[in-house]
């Protein structure tokens, strides 16, 4: 279940951690193919909220250099952590199920947000 922030849903990355180290649960496989490059380009086409400077470390692999974007990134109706690109790439680890079932009832078809849906997505999260 998405976290809601005002009137918007939040994409996890993670289902949570133990020990440290983050989990996921009851997410499908998102296999290589068509469905997956067109997942992966909505995620990569949305509007920047926020975006540091530099790049993170990976969690499920902390040995590999810094690659991980940090940005949080909306459609208007979603806010998601660029890093969820990231993971589906490089670890096989697909969108939290809800999250996946929006971008498939938009067809993968990501349109722009307007700049009141950018600025609400913004004051959003500075209200958390």
């Keep these: 279940m998405p976290q809601i922030i005002g009137d918007l849903k ?17 997410r499908p496989e998102l296999p290589p193919g068509r ?23 990976d969690q499920l692999d902390p040995a590999r250099p810094k690659q991980v974007p940090m940005a949080l990134l909306t459609d208007g109706f979603w806010i998601w ?28 078809t990501y349109v722009a947000p307007t700049r009141e849906q950018i600025t609400a997505a913004a004051d959003a999260l500075r209200s958390q």
């Design 10 to 26: 939040m994409a996890k990355v993670f289902d949570g951690t133990a020990d440290g180290t983050p989990f996921i649960t009851d």
């Design 81 to 108: 952590d660029a890093s969820v690109a990231y993971y589906l790439e490089a670890h096989d680890l697909p969108p939290e199920p809800e999250f996946l079932e929006y971008l498939r009832g938009r067809d993968f």
């Design 35 to 57: 469905e997956r490059s067109e997942v992966l380009a909505y995620l990569r086409h949305a509007a920047v909220i926020l975006r540091a400077a530099g790049l993170d470390v």
